[in-house]
């Protein structure tokens, strides 16, 4: 049976495709977006991260670390990822919650027994189980073999993607997948690059081989102020989704929030958005404006 890092099984979610739905975030990336709402499920790797905050000092931490990678000097990060090999002794030991380990092996039987306790849920509201963290399709096996026990009992499946794998994931999950949440973060490759760590070629590519391929889809946008709320971008995303014909023709705009700023601090990781301003909703209004007055179906996601 299939296995994955799983760093969060989130239920009773109401974002993440219809009706109500429980969310398995992967670890994992192959991009590295500045404004990452989930920067722990970037590495594909365990972590662990300090929560300054709620530390009392007790110092059970050091007793328990076998690498000798904790320290209690103020003036360094609490674990040094040098030394770390996130074996978890350290959350394990910590009363006060202060240290939390990102990234869980899990089969998929034990994914499924997770998430299955909310059938019910589903059932009366049009939900499921949507996967996403990360991305889901660099473990498309994984993904298809919990899809397949939720079509058995079905169980609505959606797939949260950035797109930026391999097509024959999509194609592998295809066959048991309702719903694909598309992310179109900038039509611009070289700008993809510079704020992603990556060019957009092959998330295009993807994008139109499963408009061509009949799969229901909804396209996102992360909008990001000055990144990709210009008219250009707006133009640009327009004329692609065009491109790939009148199904695809759904956009859903996710406003920049700050909601993952936290996490950068406990993994000693750059928050590189610090400065920058959240949108008004006029300012909202308008930029969906510019898109449904160049024929795409906008919603905002509040």
């Not at 974002?15 to 709402?37: E, M, N, Q, Y």
């Not at 996130?86 to 009363?95: I, T, W």
């Not at 309702?178 to 611009?188: A, E, I, Y």
């Amino acid at each position: 049976m299939n296995s994955a890092l799983i760093t969060n099984i989130q239920g009773y979610s109401i974002h993440d495709g219809p009706g109500i739905r429980t969310v398995v975030f992967f670890k994992g990336c192959p991009l590295s977006c500045r404004w990452c709402a989930n920067p722990e499920c970037i590495s594909g790797k365990s972590q662990v991260g300090f929560n300054e905050i709620l530390c009392k000092g007790c110092g059970k931490c050091i007793e328990a670390c076998p690498n000798n990678a904790i320290s209690l000097d103020k003036d360094k990060h609490r674990i040094d990822y040098s030394s770390c090999d996130a074996c978890g002794k350290c959350v394990d030991n910590c009363s006060y919650g202060a240290l939390v380990k990102y990234g869980t092996l899990m089969t998929v039987g034990e994914v499924w027994d997770e998430v299955k306790r909310d059938k019910i849920f589903y059932e009366t509201s049009g939900g499921g189980v949507t996967v996403s963290g990360g991305e889901p399709l660099l473990q498309p096996g994984f993904v298809r073999e919990l899809f397949e026990l939720c079509r058995n009992e079905q169980i609505g499946t959606c797939v949260e993607t950035c797109g930026s794998v391999k097509s024959d994931a999509f194609m592998e999950v295809l066959p048991v997948t309702d719903l694909f949440l598309f992310d179109l973060k900038h039509v611009d490759s070289n700008l993809h690059r510079e704020y992603t760590g990556h060019y957009n070629e092959k998330i295009l590519k993807n994008a139109a081989l499963l408009m061509e391929e009949g799969a229901d889809v909804i396209f996102r946008q992360p909008l990001i102020p000055g990144i990709n709320d210009s008219e250009i971008n707006i133009e640009a995303a327009s004329k692609f989704l065009k491109s790939l014909g009148e199904k695809a023709l759904r956009l859903e705009l996710m406003p920049f929030h700050r909601m993952g700023k936290d996490k950068y601090k406990a993994l000693a990781m750059e928050y590189f958005m610090g400065d920058l301003d959240i949108m008004t909703n006029e300012d909202l209004e308008t930029i969906k404006k510019a898109y449904t007055d160049r024929g795409i179906d906008c919603t905002i996601s509040r």
